[in-house]
């Protein structure tokens, strides 16, 4: 479910690029900005693309962060061990 942040700056449709996220209000796709991340600079990007605001480019790198923290957390969340008796499961079973 998106967010109201994600909603405001992020648009997907079937009609506008087979539903490829986009940009709010263009037809830029998002995976855009990460490939100029990833091979090029942000002024780079602000160059070819002068419809994209910084707020817009922060709110896509903030929703990024916070999904890529929480699969984060949770992962290493259900990777600990559980703990028995203050002793985890592995010294219980030696």
Same mark, same amino acid.
């Given at each position: 479910?998106?967010?109201?942040?994600?909603?405001?700056?992020?648009?997907?449709?079937?009609?506008?690029?087979?539903?490829?996220? /986009?940009?709010?209000?263009?037809?830029?796709?998002?995976?855009? +900005? %990460?490939?100029?991340? #990833?091979?090029?600079? =942000?002024?780079?990007?602000?160059?070819?693309?002068?419809?994209?605001?910084?707020?817009? /480019?922060?709110?896509?790198?903030?929703?990024?962060?916070?999904? +890529? %923290?929480?699969?984060? #957390?949770?992962?290493? =969340?259900?990777?600990?061990?559980?703990?028995?008796?203050?002793?985890?499961?592995?010294?219980?079973?030696?």
């Amino acid at each position: 479910m998106a967010t109201s942040l994600e909603s405001h700056v992020i648009y997907s449709n079937p009609d506008t690029l087979g539903g490829t996220p /986009v940009f709010r209000g263009t037809r830029v796709p998002i995976q855009v +900005l %990460f490939d100029y991340l #990833r091979e090029e600079s =942000l002024e780079e990007f602000f160059l070819g693309y002068p419809s994209i605001s910084k707020e817009m /480019v922060n709110s896509v790198l903030s929703i990024a962060e916070k999904r +890529l %923290f929480i699969k984060k #957390r949770n992962r290493i =969340l259900l990777s600990r061990p559980a703990k028995i008796k203050n002793k985890t499961l592995h010294e219980n079973a030696a």
